[in-house]
């Protein structure tokens, strides 16, 4: 025989009934939905504005690398001789160039006279780098790029390197993290005569 439902029970019922329906409102609202996606979204975007910025900024200090080894080679070339004072000079065109982002202290400027005979073999006939030193023994063979394909003529190579800080979000982390190299070289041919001579090297 079936038992009559007590009051106890559809008191049970109602409860869960009630819980369902708090439940299903819960789940229905949508009440500060907006403010959590933005909580979501807003650090993702920022990190890529960050990072575009990031990446923008180094393209552009590239660039500006790139044209400062260009431009050293460029001046040089324009000349038949040259001497110790000038080729120091070039550090102050570098900055110039790259301004206005610093080369730093570690920066690395090597410029080089190479001859070029009419086999195609090349030698050192001068360098000079940042510190006013000698990077390369004069005499010392040179391997140039087979695109160069240059013979019997003089060429100006510049080398330059300048540190490069990334993460501005995070300005006191390790050097080690933070920082890359930017690096050019350029080949450039002399524009008169056979020779750039450096009267003091």
Same mark, same amino acid.
């Given at each position: 025989?079936?038992?009559?439902?007590?009051?106890?029970?559809?008191?049970?019922?109602?409860?869960?009934?009630?819980?369902?329906?708090?439940?299903?409102?819960?789940?229905?609202?949508?009440?500060?939905?907006?403010?959590?996606?933005?909580?979501?979204?807003?650090?993702?975007?920022?990190?890529?504005?960050?990072?575009?910025?990031?990446?923008?900024?180094?393209?552009?200090?590239?660039?500006?690398?790139?044209?400062?080894?260009?431009?050293?080679?460029?001046?040089?070339?324009?000349?038949?001789?040259?001497?110790?004072? @000038?080729?120091?000079?070039?550090?102050?065109?570098?900055?110039?160039?790259?301004? %206005? !982002?610093?080369? &730093?202290?570690?920066? +690395? *400027?090597?410029?080089?006279?190479?001859?070029?005979?009419?086999?195609? @073999?090349?030698?050192?006939?001068?360098?000079?780098?940042?510190?006013?030193?000698? %990077? !390369?023994?004069? &005499?010392?063979?040179? +391997? *140039?790029?087979?695109?160069?394909?240059?013979?019997?003529?003089?060429?100006?190579?510049?080398?330059?390197?300048?540190?490069?800080?990334?993460?501005?979000?995070?300005?006191?982390?390790?050097?080690?993290?933070?920082?890359?190299?930017?690096?050019?070289?350029?080949?450039?041919?002399?524009?008169?005569?056979?020779?750039?001579?450096?009267?003091?090297?």
């Amino acid at each position: 025989m079936r038992r009559a439902p007590s009051f106890l029970d559809i008191g049970k019922v109602r409860q869960g009934r009630g819980m369902l329906l708090r439940l299903r409102r819960f789940v229905e609202d949508r009440r500060g939905v907006g403010a959590i996606e933005f909580a979501i979204v807003a650090p993702l975007l920022l990190m890529a504005y960050v990072g575009a910025f990031e990446i923008t900024m180094g393209i552009t200090a590239s660039r500006k690398v790139s044209r400062a080894s260009s431009t050293v080679s460029d001046l040089l070339t324009q000349s038949n001789s040259t001497s110790k004072a @000038t080729l120091d000079t070039m550090n102050e065109v570098v900055k110039k160039v790259i301004a %206005p !982002y610093s080369v &730093g202290a570690a920066y +690395t *400027l090597k410029i080089t006279g190479i001859t070029v005979a009419p086999d195609g @073999t090349a030698k050192v006939a001068w360098s000079r780098d940042q510190a006013a030193g000698t %990077p !390369y023994a004069k &005499g010392k063979p040179v +391997t *140039l790029p087979s695109e160069l394909d240059a013979k019997d003529t003089f060429i100006v190579r510049t080398e330059l390197t300048v540190p490069y800080s990334i993460l501005l979000l995070a300005p006191n982390l390790d050097s080690r993290l933070n920082q890359i190299t930017l690096g050019r070289t350029s080949y450039f041919r002399q524009r008169t005569g056979k020779l750039i001579e450096c009267t003091d090297c």
